[in-house]
């Protein structure tokens, strides 16, 4: 196994344009997790996948976000009408038992312009 | 909701051991974590406390004291590739749906001198 995969590394989009980032997880970690980060700052939690079901959001994320993960395998994570605001790394990470930690993606960068 | 404190920046030399802390408060506490992150990369795992006292695993151990809301991070023998933020990450499980969310801190920046 390769670990988590994010594509794309990098985006620049102009300011209310939609983007979607796709993770895919480790096969075999059931729980899929989705962060921002901005610099000098750590992970914020934007929501979290068991299988395939969504089942906590944070109250940080507006209506601008969603996320879905068809079939338990790969999720992704739409902006829509981006922000500059929006511009951040976004990390998905995968864990199978909580006591193993996450294992992280390498994120995707978002810059709006 | 969760605090979590950690000092932003630490120097140390190439050789040394330094102690980076963690400060947390939080109504569910279930575990605590340590990440690792070099710039411009993502965090990867480095130690798991859920019960009092220190966890070792090679240079790195790992100390945590439920009571006092108090952990921290010790690197020995530290090396130049040591430098990078070390995350501290608290999980709480007032999480509804299952999920007991972990919150990160802002990281602690540790640069290593020669």
Redesign the interface.
């Known amino acids: 196994d390769t670990g988590v995969s994010q594509d794309p590394r990098h985006k620049i989009t102009k300011r209310g344009q939609n983007v979607t980032f796709r993770c895919d997880p480790i096969s075999e970690h059931n729980r899929l997790?989705w962060?921002r980060q901005t610099l000098?700052?750590?992970?914020?939690?934007l929501t979290?996948f068991?299988n395939e079901?969504q089942?906590?959001k944070s109250r940080l994320l507006s209506d601008r976000f969603s996320a879905e993960r068809p079939k338990g395998s790969f999720s992704t994570l739409e902006i829509q009408r981006t922000e500059q605001g929006d511009s951040a790394m976004y990390?998905c990470a995968s864990s199978l038992e909580?006591?193993?930690?996450?294992?992280?993606?390498?994120?995707t960068r978002l810059t709006v312009v | 909701g969760q605090n979590i404190d950690q000092p932003t920046e630490m120097t140390a030399t190439e050789g040394a051991i330094v102690q980076i802390n963690c400060t947390y408060q939080t109504s569910g506490f279930n575990g605590l974590f340590w990440y690792q992150q070099h710039a411009g990369e993502a965090p990867t795992f480095l130690s798991y406390n859920v019960l009092d006292g220190l966890e070792e695993k090679g240079r790195f151990s790992s100390f945590l004291s439920r009571s006092k809301g108090y952990s921290y991070l010790l690197l020995k023998e530290l090396q130049m590739k040591d430098s990078a933020s070390y995350l501290c990450a608290v999980r709480d499980r007032t999480g509804s749906g299952g999920y007991q969310k972990v919150t990160f801190g802002t990281g602690t920046k540790l640069q290593v001198i020669p």
């Open positions: 997790y962060y000098g700052q750590g992970p914020e939690f979290y068991q079901a089942l906590e990390l909580v006591a193993y930690g996450y294992t992280f993606g390498s994120g």
